[in-house]
């Protein structure tokens, strides 16, 4: 729980000005922090940072590892002032992108194939300096990660590549059914030829430059943490309740999950019928075995969430209610219609997780994500382990107004008010496309005042600022005033999300002076 009135800007990395196609750990990520202390802001919310797959659309919440980084957020600026590139090299990659240099959108497919290009020229920097200091780091990072996550990821990753991707449940029965062997045998540096892994150096080199982006990624991102934290500026990570069956984590931890006798999904994952969809939505992961999960005393949450803590200094938890009851949905079904919820061991598991992190944390900082059909006994969670829930103005002005719990005459002070979030529309996409006659009319009423397109998302943010909620989360986007073009993410949809990115004049827009003349107002300093 926040012990005083604050606010923040919630920003992906991925969608900060960059001249490389995509937002990334480096200079912009440091400008925006000194924007947001200039503002007087507290928080900077961002989304799951671990790698995602093309073939999975790159969707953030559907990474090929729970505790790896997503890669393409490497900065090449900061490579080259490491050492680790040469400035022609460095401006060869600019020059491949200055087309895209104005565009708002991230091409994945063109950011994959140049980034990676580069990163290969790194690495070999970085083998032909025996003298670089990196050396002595990267051995460094490899012996606190390599038993933990760093060997099961890396050596997912390659043998994933050397296959085409394809599922690891295809896999040779020697690859896929006993992946801690294949790890403890990393030493003996595996091999690949076209019918099975052996012997091989080459190989090898291709794990080893896996670890070593790993390191690079965790130095750039403790480093921005540890800048950020120094503005007093903290930062919200958002942890995905689930992973996805395509990664390290299912292929390493079998017996955590819901799987047949061939390595398959018996249930997956999805929501019933909701706000986003008349279908419900059908997420395709893999459901936890808790009965497993609970034998075993959660070590493998209590690994991930204190792994979480260690990366953001608060932890949204996306989908909170999944560890209360979940909606499970037979493999094989086409939407989630004939789901079912079954019950988790919420209780034992958060006192077990508490019991455990105490010498760490007086109380967890965890932000549960608490919208769509949440039952009392998902509320009680919240409430009997002191999270912190959350509200969304978006949501406030349907047909349960005035007694939505999203209003903020309803709020208690212990959650974080947003005006939207990465699922939802902008605000004034909202009002342009989505917003009902009667949500309008009630809006209107509430604020006492006409409604104007070209102060909507003005007056949104001042209601979200004015409550009592502890926290106030505003995206970029609403604060830009943009509209549905620049929505990240279609629930429900994989086309066309994720992409959107700012300009980089876009971040010398004068609303962000009106951010801060709210926080001043509405004592969030």
Request: hydrophobic share 35%.
């Amino acid at each position: 729980m926040l012990e005083s009135r604050k606010s923040g800007v919630f920003l992906h990395i991925t969608s900060l000005p960059s001249e490389f196609g995509i937002g990334d750990l480096g200079p912009s990520a440091y400008k925006f922090a000194n924007i947001l202390a200039k503002l007087n802001q507290s928080f900077w919310q961002i989304l799951p940072i671990n790698p995602t797959s093309n073939f999975k659309k790159n969707s953030p919440y559907a990474a090929t590892s729970a505790f790896a980084g997503n890669t393409l957020l490497i900065s090449p600026k900061l490579l080259y002032e490491d050492g680790l590139l040469k400035k022609k090299e460095l401006m060869n990659l600019k020059e491949a992108f200055l087309s895209d240099k104005y565009n708002n959108f991230v091409d994945y497919e063109k950011v994959f194939q140049k980034k990676n290009k580069i990163f290969e020229v790194a690495y070999k920097n970085f083998q032909s300096n025996d003298s670089s200091k990196h050396k002595e780091d990267f051995l460094s990072f490899c012996s606190k990660n390599d038993d933990k996550w760093l060997n099961c990821y890396s050596i997912f990753k390659v043998i994933k590549d050397k296959l085409n991707n394809k599922s690891w449940s295809d896999w040779p029965d020697y690859l896929k059914n006993d992946a801690n062997s294949l790890i403890r045998n990393f030493k003996n540096k595996i091999k690949w030829d076209k019918e099975n892994i052996v012997l091989d150096y080459k190989i090898y080199e291709e794990i080893e430059k896996e670890k070593f982006l790993q390191y690079l990624f965790f130095k750039q991102w403790f480093n921005l943490k540890k800048y950020c934290n120094s503005l007093e500026l903290k930062i919200i990570g958002d942890m995905p309740i689930y992973v996805d069956f395509e990664s390290c984590d299912v292929w390493q931890n079998p017996d955590v999950f819901k799987l047949d006798s061939k390595k398959k999904p018996k249930y997956i994952s999805g929501v019933p019928p909701d706000y986003f969809s008349k279908t419900g939505q059908l997420w395709g992961n893999p459901v936890y075995n808790w009965e497993y999960l609970k034998d075993t005393k959660y070590e493998w949450w209590i690994n991930r969430i204190s792994y979480n803590l260690d990366l953001f200094d608060f932890l949204r938890i996306d989908h909170f209610r999944g560890f209360v009851a979940y909606w499970e949905v037979k493999a094989g079904e086409e939407t989630a219609k004939k789901g079912k919820w079954v019950k988790a061991y919420p209780e034992d598991f958060f006192q077990v997780l508490k019991d455990r992190l105490k010498d760490k944390f007086n109380r967890l900082p965890i932000i549960a994500e608490n919208l769509g059909y949440i039952t009392p006994d998902v509320e009680e969670v919240i409430r009997v382990n002191n999270f912190t829930g959350m509200k969304v103005i978006l949501f406030a002005f349907g047909k349960d107004f005035p007694k939505s719990t999203n209003l903020p005459h309803n709020y208690d002070r212990n959650c974080v008010v947003y005006t939207g979030t990465h699922d939802n529309n902008t605000i004034v996409g909202w009002f342009l496309k989505e917003a009902r006659n009667y949500e309008k009319k009630n809006l209107a009423k509430y604020l006492g005042k006409e409604l104007a397109l070209d102060t909507i998302n003005l007056d949104l943010m001042k209601l979200a600022a004015s409550s009592v909620a502890n926290l106030v989360i505003v995206p970029v986007q609403d604060i830009l005033g943009l509209d549905e073009k620049a929505r990240m993410n279609h629930p429900a949809t994989t086309k066309g999300n994720w992409k959107w990115r700012m300009k980089k004049k876009e971040m010398s827009c004068k609303n962000f002076s009106y951010i801060k003349k709210l926080t001043e107002i509405y004592s969030r300093i």
